[in-house]
């Protein structure tokens, strides 16, 4: 009974011939589980290109006519989509258009949805049909090679190459006049708070956000009865940043939280950074997107002294938030009460400071103190009126402080750069890339490349950082980019997402300008480091010492030193072992930038000379 002139008619009729109908999926005298996977996998990969199709002829076509074409070239997007163009959908017999007539074609098309569609006059987003150089397969992807490779023409100019997404092209916004014609908006400041461990920065904020309405009291209760319940009563306020379990068990600040709020006269994007030595790096992530910094000081007996003079992190974190680019610095001298708002205490802590400051490279002007106390929110929103501080204090309130800022220059007109921080997968968006825009914009619907790996991709939505859909996103601002055509293994943290046009430059060796800290051991030729840059940090050697320069003048004080001394500023050559991301100082002042450690503390930092 295994042929079929042995079965009856009544189940002859329920037996498809592959050989005529391929899209029947099934075989009686196959196993059912086999051939319900290969109905599931045909149906699958049909549905793929069918989307491709319909992206790329905005849905002008009926889907019948697509899938037509595409069982006519076995599965190739590209011819397909040239036939369905060129209008010989009728008979299915004719060989794909040149790659010529692509742009006739092209407006054609885009003249008959108009008279044939609803009315509307806006012309419908339509890619120029080009005939594939590719060998056709039965697969219309093109190799990733093709695709990083630009000399490839399948990888640039064939609609397959295109990444999936909703949007076939940017919206026709005018970004730069639109930032031109605002005047009423908040400027956006990006503020990192730093400082020793146990200074009380997450609770000096969090209590700042419950004053500034931007925590609710139920989530406020709800964290007061959690911490009293573990014996943590007093972290209250500071497990509104501190969110993670291991933050809360632990009692210190892991990663960078990311809040946005509104001052009377700022909008304040806040990262509050690790204090705990072993997390410095997440904490050059999170001053490395600041404009500004709010470092936080113990102001009880023992507790400044902790921080500043017997190795803690007060120190450090000063030093690299001016070597990452902070100009600008705010000191919250903290838990004053506990010192009874003594005017002595912040007269030494500010003196101290002062000096350490100077020496950094703050000026005078650039840096205030304000007295406050984290715990009970004193001198935070409002200016206190506690009797033991008026006596002596005239000063601003912290936000306040914050208003008087002066926001940095934004370069719009730059080329788009955006250092990822952050890749998850969104349940309704996808895979999706959060980071801060360092320059230029982005509009939904712009083609991208992730440097240094050169994988392309489309930009299906932005988020703002209120969690707000936005068309664009422009320098200064953290946002999330919906990414259409990507593999999320192809994107990491510290990537940099630009325009094809405009790629930014990856190199394995690049010169620096440094300047060398207190160190104990001696850098010499081949001293391994790790190197910091942005986001991410890279093993890395120092390949060559050129020449050591004057603080005052710049001038070479020797070339080619057998070592580097502390304070010492030096020419140095720097090799990596994978290829990084990185901008001439001149160029990008963030992207510019380096940090360079080793055993767990900063030994240089510096600028970006030469890339070669």
């Known amino acids: 009974l295994e042929e079929d002139s042995a079965l009856s008619p009544s189940l002859n009729q329920f037996i498809y011939n592959r050989s005529g109908n391929e899209e029947a999926g099934f075989d009686l005298t196959r196993p059912s589980v086999e051939c319900l996977q290969e109905e599931e996998e045909e149906r699958e990969e049909v549905g793929q290109h069918l989307d491709q199709m319909s992206e790329v002829l905005d849905m002008g076509f009926e889907m019948d006519v697509c899938r037509d074409a595409l069982r006519q070239y076995d599965g190739d997007v590209n011819r397909a989509l040239n036939h369905v163009l060129s209008g010989q959908s009728e008979g299915l017999n004719g060989a794909a258009p040149p790659a010529e007539e692509g742009r006739e074609l092209a407006t054609a098309l885009q003249s008959r949805l108009r008279v044939e569609g609803s009315g509307d006059s806006t012309p419908t987003n339509c890619l120029t049909p080009v005939k594939s150089n590719t060998p056709r397969t039965g697969s219309p992807r093109v190799p990733k090679r093709a695709q990083n490779d630009p000399s490839t023409p399948a990888a640039t100019s064939t609609p397959s190459a295109t990444p999936k997404a909703k949007k076939s092209r940017p919206k026709d916004i ?14 956006l400041i990006n503020v990192a708070v730093v400082g020793h461990v146990d200074a009380g920065k997450s609770t000096l904020m969090g209590h700042l956000l419950c004053l500034l309405g931007v925590v609710t009291q139920k989530e406020l209760h709800k964290n007061k009865t959690a911490s009293q319940k573990m014996g943590k009563g007093s972290f209250a306020y500071a497990w509104v940043l501190d969110e993670t379990g291991e933050e809360r068990e632990r009692g210190v600040t892991i990663d960078v939280a990311q809040t946005k709020f509104q001052t009377r006269k700022k909008t304040v994007n806040l990262l ?62 903290n838990k004053m009460e506990n010192v009874e708002w003594a005017k002595d205490r912040f007269d030494h802590i500010a003196s101290e400071l002062g000096a350490f400051f100077r020496n950094v490279g703050f000026k005078a002007a650039d840096t205030v103190f304000v007295p406050v106390s984290g715990l009970e929110g004193e001198n935070l929103l409002e200016k206190s009126t506690i009797p033991q501080l008026c006596q002596w204090y005239s000063g601003r309130s912290l936000v306040d402080e914050m208003d008087a800022l002066e926001p940095p220059k934004r370069s719009y007109d730059k080329p788009f750069r955006l250092i990822v921080t952050d890749v998850f997968k969104h349940p309704q968006l996808g895979l999706s890339v959060a980071g801060k825009v360092d320059s230029g914009y982005i509009v939904v619907g712009t083609p991208v490349v992730v440097m240094p790996g050169g994988d392309t991709a489309m930009v299906k939505s932005i988020t703002a950082a209120d969690d707000k859909s936005v068309d664009y996103s422009v320098a200064g601002e953290q946002c999330t980019l919906g990414m259409g055509g990507l593999d999320q293994a192809k994107v990491h943290n510290g990537n940099v997402i630009c325009e094809s046009h405009s790629r930014v430059r990856t190199t394995l060796k690049f010169k620096a300008r440094v300047l060398v800290f207190d160190i104990e051991v001696p850098i010499t030729k081949g001293f391994p480091i790790d190197l910091h840059y942005q986001t991410v940090n890279e093993p890395a050697i120092i390949s060559r010492l050129i020449s050591v320069h004057s603080k005052s003048n710049g001038q070479v004080i020797k070339a080619k030193p057998r070592c580097l001394t502390k304070n010492q500023v030096a020419l140095i050559e720097v090799k990596c072992e994978r290829p990084i991301c990185l901008e001439l100082f001149k160029d990008s002042k963030s992207m510019g930038r380096i940090t360079c450690r080793y055993g767990g503390d900063t030994i240089a930092a510096g600028m970006v000379i030469e890339i070669t």
């Open 272 to 333: 509050d950074a690790p204090g705990h030595k072993d997390f410095v790096p997440n904490m050059i992530s999170g001053a490395s997107q600041a404009d500004v910094a709010i470092l936080v000081v113990d102001s009880t007996q023992g507790g400044f002294e902790a921080g500043f003079e017997l190795g803690g992190q007060t120190r450090e974190h000063v030093v690299l938030v001016r070597a990452l680019g902070v100009q600008s610095l705010i000191v919250a001298v």
């Open 174 to 187: 005018d970004v730069l006049g639109i930032l031109n014609s605002k005047t009423d908006d908040k400027p």
